[in-house]
């Protein structure tokens, strides 16, 4: 068994060995600038050309409908702010949903503070956006819904193809944040009515800092970093050559063993639910218990605080994540894991375990037993579980 077990994938992903090798060439041997004229540059200008075509292939979209970002985030921010620019004069409200990524979530903030109204969706207990209020809440003004196609906490899949479809009908754009599914479960925009798509290399064993905006043909936008004429002019700066290389080398691999992933992560996934569901007490696992992404677990562990849990995981060699926001400075819980109503106390003895095909079964083992028992030892220890025990 491997010394470390990483179970953390959906903040990132290992870079896989055909990828780095995809990249190298194109930091010292083709590293002529793809928007020069000698034909030394014509390497770059190939490789850049194919990566778009790798990409389109996946998501069943045109490659001149791929541009080039510097990751999820960026992609997101450009998605929201330059339709809210280009669409202003129509209207300015958007909706979204309360439990989207903060690149998401504190854009369309910045929007609100800029004249824009925006409606954030409640989610009902596993993180489903109800679309019936969806519909209730669009209106001549609405411009743009914004709603992630899966949840990166709770990995709750949404109900996608409704919310174009009432999108479509309003005469509303539909973006979608798709930065954890893509390339984890199908997605075909040439079947599903989404005008934008998110995604980051990142997130699905390519390199970081590389991401792409997929636009539907004849959607208008407007430029998100001006400057050169690089994508199509939408998008300025010289082009981060090896990375765009190394994402459309990893969306290339991913397509191919997509279904077999799928199969084994779903097959670890439900038998870690399973096992700790079934020999942990008073344990409750958050978001869909089906609809929801092949690689996620989360569990939320009554009377304990999922920052001693993940500390203690970690000096048994397995790397997870918690559902409170600790690490960026802040104590209060998730703002996803209060969406789907789960009290305070509760939504901090969260944990996130998120797989990737490499893991084994082996593995599930030996985190279901240092889970039991570092949960055991942590409520041993706790005044709330002896104050529970004594009140039943
Ligand atoms: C990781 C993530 C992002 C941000 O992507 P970066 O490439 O890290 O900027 C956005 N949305 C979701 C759902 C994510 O999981």
Known sequence: ??????????ATT?????????MLPYFSQYYGNPSSVYSFSGFGKEAIAKARGQIAHVLGANPEEIYFTAGGSEADNWAIIATAEAYQDKGKHIITSKIEHHAVLHTC?????????????????????????????????????TIMFAN?????????????????????????????AFCHIPIRVDELPIDMLSASGHKFNGPKGIGFLYIRKGIKTKSFIHGG?????????????????????????AEETLKERQDKETGLRDYLIGRIMEEVPYVRLNGHRTNRLPNNVNLAFQ???????????????????????????????????????????????????????????????YVVEKIKGIVKRLRDMSPLYEDYLKSH
Do not use: W
């Not at 068994?1 to 959906?10: S, V």
């Not at 004429?229 to 691999?253: D, Y």
């Not at 509760?346 to 797989?355: D, E, F, Q």
């Open 1 to 10: 068994m491997n010394e470390l077990i990483y179970l953390d994938n959906a």
């Open 109 to 145: 903030q910045y929007l609100e503070k800029r004249g824009f109204e925006v409606t954030y969706l409640d989610v009902d207990e596993n993180g489903t956006v109800d679309l019936e209020q969806l519909k209730e809440s669009v209106r001549p003004d609405t411009i743009l819904i």
């Open 303 to 365: 009377f304990i605080e999922g920052e001693s849990l993940l500390i203690m995981l970690d000096m048994a060699g397995i790397c997870g994540s918690s559902g409170s926001a600790c690490t960026s400075g802040s104590l209060d819980p998730s703002h996803v894991l209060l969406a789907i109503g789960l009290p305070h106390e509760i939504a901090h003895g969260s944990l996130r375990l998120t797989l990737s095909e490499e893991n084994t079964i082996e593995e599930m083992d």
């Open 14 to 22: 290992k870079t896989s060995q055909p990828v780095v090798e995809a």
């Open 229 to 253: 004429a690089q994508e199509r002019k939408r998008r300025a700066g010289t082009e981060n050559l090896p990375g765009i290389v190394g994402i459309g080398k990893a969306a290339e691999l």
């Open 152 to 180: 990166n906490e709770i990995g709750t899949i949404q109900p996608v193809k409704e919310i174009g479809e009432i999108a479509r009908e309003h005469g509303v754009l539909f973006h979608t944040d798709a930065v954890q």
